[in-house]
C-alpha cells in the first residue's frame, strides 16, 4: 500500500472507531446520569488539553511565547463566538439567557458549537499528524492512528455528552461528531499534500484546540456544578472530573508505554 493509502485508511478507521466506541457508551446512558456525566466530560477535556494537547504543542512549538499567545487569542475568540450564539438567540434584557434563575435543561448550543469548533481543528491536526507519521515509517503511522483512536474514545464520550446538554438530540450529536470526524481525513490528506507547510501550522491549530476545551469546560460547564453545592454532590462531581482526567491520563501511559 501507498503511503496516501495508508493514511486514507487509518484517517477514516480512527474516525469511525472512536465515533462508534462513543456512540455505544453514550447511548445506553439514561438521561438521570447526564449531569454525572458532564462531570467526566470535564475531567476528559482537561485531561486531553493539559496532558496530551498542551504538551505535543509545546514540544512542536519553536517559540512557546506565540503558542501561548495563540491559547489567549483563541479563548478571547470563542467569548466573542459565544456572545454571538448568545445575540442570535435573544434580543431582549427579559430573555433567559440573561437571566441565570431561568433555565430550560440546556446551554442554548453555545458549549455544543465551542466543542464542535474545537474537535474540528484537534481532529484536523490528527490527520496531519497520522500523515507526519505514515511518511516517516508504516509500523510508526499504525502505531501512531491506534494511540489517536484510544484517547479520542473517552474524548468523543464526553464531546456527545456536551452536545446533549447543549440541547442537541442523540441522532444529531452523533451527525455532528461524525461531521468533526471527516476533519481527520481532511487533515491527513492535506497533510500529505502539504507536510512541510502545515508542520508550521500544527502547534498553532493544537493552541486553537485547546481553547476551545478550556472555554468550554471552565466557562460553560463548570458554573452548571456550582448549582448542586451539596457536599455529597460536590464530592461525587470531584471523583468524577478526577476520573476523566484519570482515564486520558491511563490511555496516554498505556500509549506510551507500549
Given at each position: ?77 470563542f467569548f466573542v463566538l ?31 458549537l465551542m466543542i464542535m ?16 507519521a505514515f511518511m516517516t ?122
Open positions: 500500500m501507498t503511503d496516501l493509502a495508508w493514511i486514507i485508511g487509518a484517517s477514516l478507521a480512527g474516525g469511525i472507531l472512536s465515533l462508534a466506541g462513543a456512540g455505544a457508551i453514550a447511548f445506553s446512558a439514561r438521561a438521570s446520569w447526564v449531569p454525572m456525566l458532564i462531570s467526566y466530560a470535564i475531567g476528559a477535556l482537561l485531561g486531553a488539553v493539559f496532558l496530551e494537547i498542551l504538551p505535543e504543542a509545546m514540544e512542536l512549538a519553536g517559540d512557546p511565547a506565540r503558542l501561548t499567545g495563540t491559547i489567549l487569542f483563541g479563548i478571547l475568540l459565544e456572545k454571538l450564539v448568545l445575540w442570535r438567540h435573544c434580543h431582549d434584557e427579559s430573555c433567559e439567557a440573561h437571566d441565570p434563575h431561568q433555565h430550560r435543561g440546556n446551554d442554548h448550543g453555545r458549549s455544543g469548533v474545537g474537535d474540528t481543528f484537534h481532529n484536523f491536526v490528527d490527520g496531519v499528524i497520522i500523515a507526519a515509517n508504516t509500523q510508526l503511522g499504525i502505531v501512531t492512528a491506534l494511540a489517536i483512536i484510544a484517547h479520542e474514545i473517552p474524548q468523543e464520550v464526553g464531546d456527545f455528552v456536551i452536545l446533549l446538554h447543549s440541547g442537541y438530540s442523540r441522532r444529531q450529536a452523533i451527525l455532528f461528531n461524525a461531521l468533526t470526524s471527516a476533519a481527520t481525513l481532511l487533515g491527513g490528506v492535506l497533510g500529505y499534500l502539504a507536510l512541510q507547510t502545515m508542520q508550521g501550522l500544527v502547534p498553532l491549530l493544537l493552541g486553537l484546540a485547546a481553547a476551545s476545551m478550556i472555554y468550554v469546560a471552565v466557562a460553560d460547564l463548570i458554573p452548571g456544578l456550582h448549582r448542586r453545592p451539596e457536599l455529597q454532590a460536590t464530592a461525587q462531581q470531584v471523583l468524577l472530573i478526577a476520573l476523566g482526567i484519570g482515564s486520558i491520563w491511563l490511555v496516554g501511559e498505556l500509549v506510551h508505554g507500549a
